[in-house]
């Protein structure tokens, strides 16, 4: 069995705790319809909603590295999340990631907001008939996101559904993240190995998206 990143620090707090980490830790690992880059962002995205900046963002940014994802590819994924999370959220996140020794960033172009379609369109015309503001704020985060590099809608669209989880967003946002996942490749049993690794970071949570998703 693989060693999970940052066992032996678990071990050294508590080792009939460690044992129960490693073993939801080989769970999530071990799903078969997620990438790896998936589930390594699932872990790192679920390290902002709690937020677990210390060792759990450790182990993930070392499991992250270790199974291909690259530098940049992790600063993209907390830029996606900083509107989702909230941006205060992620300041101290960079700050670790720093502190790490995460390479600086490479991408320091300006943003260019791409124009909405498809979803993400609709979306945001639904928002306008209840605050035309609120729509407008909305349109402009979600077109400075969804079509820049580093990360596939798919992996966009599984990071926003961790964070749907997490904060029981069960109405329109997950609807969203759920058909643009699909649209990018996702199956239903990518979305059940989806809440089945998310599970590890709460189950009670886990059981009410799979109630509201009804795969």
Known sequence: MTQLAGADALSALDPVF?????????????????????????????DLCHPHLDLPLAMHVQMALANG???????????????YVGYPIVVPAFQRLIELGLPEAEDTEAVKPAPLTGPLARAVRDLED????????SEDQLAQRWARPHLSVRERAIACLTVDVFYQTFDESLRLHAELAKAGGATDDTLRDLLCGVAEFGMPRAWAAARALRL
């Open 69 to 83: 994802v690259d530098a940049e590819s992790i600063r993209e994924l907390y830029r996606h999340l900083a509107p």
């Open 18 to 46: 460690a044992q129960l980490a490693v073993g939801a830790g080989h769970n999530l690992w071990g799903l078969t319809h997620l990438t790896m880059r998936e589930k390594a962002f699932v872990c790192l995205t679920a």
């Open 130 to 137: 209840v605050d035309p503001g609120l729509a407008a704020f």
